[in-house]
């Protein structure tokens, strides 16, 4: 069953990642990132007001929101600022980007996740994880050549290292997210940590986008800022349900989660008509299979 989740969570992820690029077009990034979690907040609200007040019509059920103490309180609060910070990167990247070239990018999150399960947990890789990782640095490192082509310097570029730094990030957040997932209920961090994200991005927007705004590019409402919050909140709770279930594993669930990397590809090579395309597809081909080497590895 968890990994059927998986894969439906690939595929939300996938097209929220499309809906990312399409509310950034000619917008400011900073207030769509707002208004996207402001919207998250909309959708789980209800369920927190519900679980608080009239507890007994969800208690015991997947929807539930459990209350936690003042130190958990902090933890999530940590987890918000872990994911703001990658999707701070990951935004202003996506907008500079051919999203064709980002989207394969971030999809190495889970090799780097694992790296990072190495290095912290003491975790040792067998030999199809070995492999997968290899395979999944080379197609990484491919990716730069094909920038070269499209006029991106990836020692100059900016949003280059911008998708670099959101997908370590996002590496980061996924091992908090076996930490967290092993201690707490599922919707607890995800309602939780989702309205400390919008506390804190409301803070960012008023000190650091507000008084600038009519000298940077102008913010302007799309009903796609809304689909990436509903996209994205299924997304993390399939997620976080799958990883809930007994005998789901991180490793297997996050790199199934990353495959959804062929939904914004497809975006970019049909409806945006990104180049080099034919190179792109190598390395990606590269990236999946690296990906399946883990999954077998994991199993």
């Given at each position: 069953?968890?990994?059927?989740?998986?894969?439906?969570?690939?595929?939300?992820?996938?097209?929220?990642?499309?809906?990312?690029?399409?509310?950034?077009?000619?917008?400011?990034?900073?207030?769509?990132?707002?208004?996207?979690?402001?919207?998250?907040?909309?959708?789980?609200?209800?369920?927190?007001?519900?679980?608080?007040?009239?507890?007994?019509?969800?208690?015991?059920?997947?929807?539930?929101?459990?209350?936690?103490?003042?130190?958990?309180?902090?933890?999530?609060?940590?987890?918000?600022?872990?994911?703001?910070?990658?999707?701070?990167?990951?935004?202003?990247?996506?907008?500079?980007?051919?999203?064709?070239?980002?989207?394969?990018?971030?999809?190495?999150?889970?090799?780097?996740?694992?790296?990072?399960?190495?290095?912290?947990?003491?975790?040792?890789?067998?030999?199809?994880?070995?492999?997968?990782?290899?395979?999944?640095?080379?197609?990484?490192?491919?990716?730069?050549?094909?920038?070269?082509?499209?006029?991106?310097?990836?020692?100059?570029?900016?949003?280059?290292?911008?998708?670099?730094?959101?997908?370590?990030?996002?590496?980061?957040?996924?091992?908090?997210?076996?930490?967290?997932?092993?201690?707490?209920?599922?919707?607890?961090?995800?309602?939780?940590?989702?309205?400390?994200?919008?506390?804190?991005?409301?803070?960012?927007?008023?000190?650091l986008w507000a008084p600038t705004r009519e000298r940077t590019t102008p913010f302007k409402f799309k009903w796609a800022i809304a689909f990436i919050s509903l996209f994205l909140v299924i997304a993390d709770f399939v997620y976080f349900y799958a990883l809930s279930l007994p005998g789901s594993m991180i490793s297997?669930?996050?790199?199934?989660?990353r495959s959804g990397v062929i939904v914004p590809f497809l975006y970019g090579a049909i409806i945006l008509h990104d180049k080099n395309m034919k190179l792109k597809i190598v390395d990606l081909i590269g990236v999946l299979i690296g990906m399946f080497l883990l999954y077998l590895g994991s199993k």
């Open positions: 069953m968890w990994l059927i989740l998986a894969f439906i969570s690939a595929i939300l992820l996938g097209s929220y990642e499309v809906f990312k690029k399409v509310s950034l077009e000619k917008n400011a990034v900073i207030p769509v990132i707002l208004v996207s979690i402001l919207f998250s907040c909309l959708i789980v609200a209800p369920f927190l007001l519900i679980s608080e007040f009239f507890p007994d019509l969800l208690k015991g059920g997947i929807f539930y929101v459990p209350r936690v103490d003042f130190h958990t309180h902090l933890l999530f609060v940590l987890k918000a600022v872990i994911v703001l910070t990658s999707w701070l990167f990951a935004y202003f990247a996506l907008k500079h980007l051919p999203i064709s070239l980002a989207s394969p990018i971030k999809a190495t999150q889970p090799v780097w996740t694992v790296i990072g399960a190495m290095l912290i947990f003491g975790e040792k890789l067998n030999g199809f994880q070995a492999a997968g990782v290899g395979l999944t640095i080379i197609s990484f490192f491919m990716f730069s050549v094909v920038g070269k082509k499209e006029g991106i310097s990836f020692k100059t570029n900016k949003w280059f290292w911008f998708i670099i730094m959101a997908t370590l990030t996002g590496a980061l957040s996924g091992l908090y997210d076996k930490y967290l997932l092993n201690k707490f209920n599922p919707m607890s961090v995800q309602v939780y940590y989702t309205f400390y994200q919008a506390i804190i991005m409301g803070i960012i927007t008023l000190f297997v669930v996050s790199i199934i989660r």
